[in-house]
């Protein structure tokens, strides 16, 4: 059964900048494609990031490339997705998600609980 269990939410002003962190446990990782989801309060959840576990690729949302990094570390099971010069805009619920196909924006096959980041004006 996969498992993905992010951490470092928090409050930050605009401008500023966090690190996102994902341990995934319960499949070998090297054939999915990993990757952040986030859901402001009252939209439907959208794509962030993606990087495809076996050579680091990776895909962005329009509204976050140039800010947003992501980024996996396979000896820890971890991946990770630094936020730089955040917006007000970018307040929302953050999952970590797997999926077995490469490239897919619209979902993943997993998910985490989530995450919230706050980012203040």
């Known amino acids: 059964q996969v498992q993905l269990v992010e951490s470092g939410g928090g409050l930050v002003q605009a401008g500023g900048s966090l690190r996102l962190s994902c341990v995934a446990s319960?499949?070998?990782?090297?054939?999915?494609?990993m990757g952040w989801f986030r859901q402001a309060p009252g939209k439907e959840r959208e794509f962030v990031a993606g990087i495809r576990w076996s050579d680091s690729s990776t895909y962005y949302a329009d509204s976050v490339k140039g800010r947003f990094t992501i980024s996996r570390d396979s000896a820890k099971n971890t991946v990770y997705l630094q936020m730089n010069n955040l917006k007000p805009e970018d307040t929302a619920v953050y999952y970590c998600?797997?999926?077995?196909?490469?490239?897919?924006?619209?979902?993943?096959?997993?998910y985490g609980q989530g995450t919230q980041v706050t980012v203040s004006s």
């Open positions: 998600a797997a999926d077995t196909e490469w490239g897919r924006k619209e979902a993943y096959d997993y």
């Open positions: 319960g499949r070998p990782f090297f054939r999915y494609t």
